[in-house]
């Protein structure tokens, strides 16, 4: 049984300072929007653009910042590295059509909220389409999930896409992916989705907005007043806002059981702190959980500001984090507390930086706010890096703090301390990492040799696990999986990003001086290089050997296409029996590498080396 969390703070203490929000420093900006509604700016700096009515905000698997744009009936994404805005699902035209097709070409009506599922998957709701719709990652295009497109309550025990749904407002996973949970707000209820079998039922709520008891069972006998909002915490519990309940609900996944935490049901606002259960909530419509799980984020629409629930102090109280409390636009920086917001739907965190960001609806613009709880990580710098040759070429070897004892490794193929998010959380758990330049080798037979002295060099003089994960960037997924299918008794598992696995996918298409420096690398000509076999028709080796394979890529990869590389390699690995689990990431491009928040490939390289 779960217990409830140890706090460690009193309220006595948070009012004194010692995790008052007002005292973390806590700066506030704009990430996208003028101010002005519109749509406009695509392909320009997000502050420059105009944006109309954001509502649900996400950080991307890519680290970009994704948005829905709800009277522009669009998801539009900013780039964490240019600032950029552009344009991933939607027409701009008001409508319900597109399934089957591209995501560009599609018609939504109103997109309330966005998800991504942990494979990568794009999952949003349109509320007034009463419907749930997704972009596939793997095919680049859009398909509905849940509704007819007509409101209604009908369906449970059926296909969800023959359901009728009525505004929903907020969908949300559960840990596993298994599970897509939608707060159906007209129908007072909490749907799932059973995403394997593509069925629905009612999870929670009698379809009567009536109170909910404080510990009240999970089920279709207890009532929901408006359940507007959900968030999956790092615990795997969900967090439940009810906008006219004005209260909100922290839903033990173990227990089954809903707890009240914060809110007394009546509508209100105040500045000062208070004890959650007696704060007065106005109509919270987003919810978002910090990386850490100290703390939960509401949009609280009605007094036009961002309120916290502090769940490291007993009990836990709430602090205004965001807005001054009156209906208005900004200003900006520094301080939060003096930004005036307007009606506020959504809020998401950076699960890495626990920067917050923010729907600032009626106002058209995105804000962050930083400054936040986050999971800070040491830079693949501030390691202790050694540098030696081995066969005459360049060789680098990245030491941890402090080794895991069973001294465990990542050798990078290509690109050393290029996106670098796996290998720095992997050297906080302990590990080394490695590399030797094969550069323009393309994995053929010159580099296995020197991935041979390599890996005998480094095991004998640094006591590193006989059994390393291979990690492929781009060009570097040729020597990682070639290397594997050679001496597949010498790797814990393979790690593959935006992977070339098919030398006539790429360089081929890429450049003739690249295409010539491949053939010679492999000794072939133009006229024999269609014989060619690469790893795609030798996987068998590393499947009978049941080496694990993680790939990582984006969906809308144009450089080293998914589809030609490691949509291939998925397939057959898969139909080989092959242990193979893969994030492609909807609409994303070949850069950038790796997943912002690594854990998913931390857990999984774990997982290898323990077999």
Known sequence: MKHAPIFLLSATALVAGAVCASAEELVISTVAGTGSPGFAGDGGPAIEAQVNNPYGVI????????????????????????????????????????DGGPPLEAKANQPYEVRYHPSGDLYWVEMRNHVVRKLDA??????TVAGTGEAGFSGDGGPAVKAAFNQPHSIEFDQDGESLYVCDISNHRIRVVDLESGTVETWCGTGEPKATEDGAEVGPNTPLKGPRALALAPDGDLWLALREGNQVFRIDREEGRLFHVAGTGKKGFHSELRPAREALLSGPKGVAVSPDGSRVYLADTESHTIRAIHLETDPPVVTLVAGSGKRGDGPDAPDPLECAMDRPHGVGVDPVTGDLYIGDSEAHKVRKVSGLPGKPRAGLAEYPTEEFEVAGRRCKLTRPVEAAESRPWIWRCRFYGAFPSVDEALLSKGWHVAWIDVADLFGGPEAMDAFDEFHEFVTARYGVNPLPVMEGFSRGGLPAINWAIR????????YLDAPVLDIRSWPKSASNELWRKCL???????????????????LETLARARVPIMVVAGGNDAVVPYRENAGILETRFGELGGDVSVVVKAGGGHHPHSLHDPAPVVEWAEKATGR
């Open 138 to 143: 793997r095919t680049n295009r859009v398909e």
């Open 487 to 494: 001496h597949p008794d010498r790797v814990a598992g393979v």
């Open 520 to 538: 010679d690398a492999y000794g072939l000509t133009e006229a024999d290089a269609d014989g060619w076999i690469g790893p795609l028709a030798r």
């Open 59 to 98: 950080v991307s698997p890519d680290g970009d910042l994704v948005f829905c744009d709800i009277d522009n009936h669009a998801i539009r994404r900013v780039s964490r590295k240019t600032g950029t805005i552009d344009t991933i699902v939607g027409s701009g035209e008001m409508g319900y059509s597109g």
